[in-house]
């Protein structure tokens, strides 16, 4: 009669049941982390250089400047981590230089939390206005209300039939040519490039802002310009990833590029055309307050007017009222999404 006889474990693995856990980790070397520590060195004494606050740290026996503490404290941490967790040399370096790169941007603008707590009391009239919202001046500005929202209806209206068309015309998939292709491509990372209020503050300039009676035109404009970077770019993707069947199907019977386009691209990308849309349009509502500001009319315009009387409680009522109707299109543009995707 044969006996059964469990596997033994292969060399420079642990056995079963020989009570020995998954092997460790091997520790990074020990010449690298002390590198790693004169990085670290190196830093602090950067730290100290480029500090320009004049608060210390005292610790009874001597006293320290207290920023380049705590960035010291950081790295000793970071370090201390690193050595915990077995990370190898390069990542650490890679952390170092991050904070080291943070530090810099940071000390570059003046970057400092001392207004935190050395200008609360400057901060109290208008927490005390924020936290009496005045919900009848809701009502007031109805008229606010509507030019933001008939803006935002305009604007991705017009900014995504552009941004499909150029959307169609930047893919290699549909279409003429390359040179085309190219060309469109360029021109779509261009739009892009300016963000929505570099829009805004253009066509203000150009048009007329809200004391010149075209504000609302220009913040259409603004945002249209806005959708189309937004449009063409997601659009341009999805067109890229169609299936290449329906295409070879349209090219073997004959279609030429316009009803190869027609049939075999649009029904595929559309679903996801209409919910980068929907997307837009909410974006479009939060990017009107911003754009009003800058004299687009809407209202951001109504916000700017109050914020320069100081009536913080009519601005904490447009702020509330405001997240209320975000929220609300974001539910039903979420809601029609799911349906179409």
Same mark, same amino acid.
């Given at each position: 009669m044969s006996t059964v006889t469990a596997p033994s474990a292969s060399p420079g693995q642990p056995s079963a049941g020989s009570g020995i856990g998954r092997p460790e980790k091997p520790r990074?070397?020990?010449?690298?982390?002390?590198?790693?520590?004169?990085?670290?060195?190196?830093?602090?004494?950067?730290?100290?250089? #480029?500090?320009?606050?004049?608060?210390?740290?005292?610790?009874?026996? #001597?006293?320290?400047?207290?920023?380049?503490?705590?960035?010291?404290?950081?790295?000793?941490?970071?370090?201390?981590?690193?050595?915990?967790?077995?990370?190898?040399?390069?990542?650490?370096?890679?952390?170092?230089?991050?904070?080291?790169?943070?530090?810099?941007?940071?000390?570059?603008?003046?970057?400092?939390?001392?207004?935190?707590?050395?200008?609360?009391?400057?901060?109290?009239?208008?927490?005390?206005?924020?936290?009496?919202?005045?919900?009848?001046? $809701?009502?007031?500005?109805?008229?606010?209300?509507?030019?933001?929202?008939?803006?935002?209806?305009?604007?991705? #209206?017009?900014?995504?039939? $552009?941004g499909l068309f150029l959307a169609m015309m930047a893919s290699p998939v549909s279409s003429p040519n390359r040179g085309v292709s190219q060309f469109v491509k360029a021109l779509n990372s261009v739009i892009r490039s300016i963000p929505d209020i570099g829009y805004g503050l253009l066509f203000v300039a150009l048009l007329g802002g809200t004391a010149g009676g075209a504000g609302p035109m220009a913040g259409v404009m603004a945002l249209v310009m806005f959708n189309i970077g937004i449009i063409a770019k997601l659009t341009g993707e999805t067109i890229d990833a169609v299936d290449r069947g329906p295409l070879e199907a349209a090219d073997a019977s004959g279609a030429n590029l316009l009803q190869r386009d027609r049939i075999a691209v649009v029904p595929q990308i559309l679903p996801g055309y209409l919910s980068y849309s929907l997307y837009v349009f909410e974006l479009n509502i939060r990017a009107s307050v911003v754009l009003g500001i800058v004299g687009a009319g809407g209202i951001g315009s109504t916000i700017s007017v109050q914020l320069s009387r100081f009536a913080y409680e009519n601005i904490s009522a447009i702020m509330i009222a405001l997240v209320v109707v975000v929220l609300a299109v974001d539910y039903l543009s979420l809601t029609i999404r799911r349906r179409l995707t």
């Open positions: 990074p070397g020990a010449a690298g982390y002390l590198g790693l520590v004169a990085v670290a060195v190196l830093l602090v004494l950067f730290f100290g250089w #480029t500090s320009t606050s004049t608060l210390m740290l005292d610790l009874g026996f #001597t006293r320290l400047p207290l920023y380049p503490g705590i960035g010291a404290l950081v790295l000793v941490g970071v370090l201390a981590l690193g050595w915990r967790t077995g990370a190898g040399e390069l990542p650490m370096l890679g952390a170092l230089a991050v904070i080291g790169v943070t530090w810099w941007g940071g000390s570059g603008i003046g970057f400092t939390l001392t207004p935190l707590w050395e200008d609360l009391r400057r901060a109290e009239p208008v927490l005390q206005g924020f936290m009496s919202p005045n919900w009848g001046f $809701i009502w007031r500005v109805s008229d606010a209300w509507l030019v933001t929202l008939a803006m935002a209806v305009v604007a991705t #209206t017009v900014g995504c039939c $552009i």
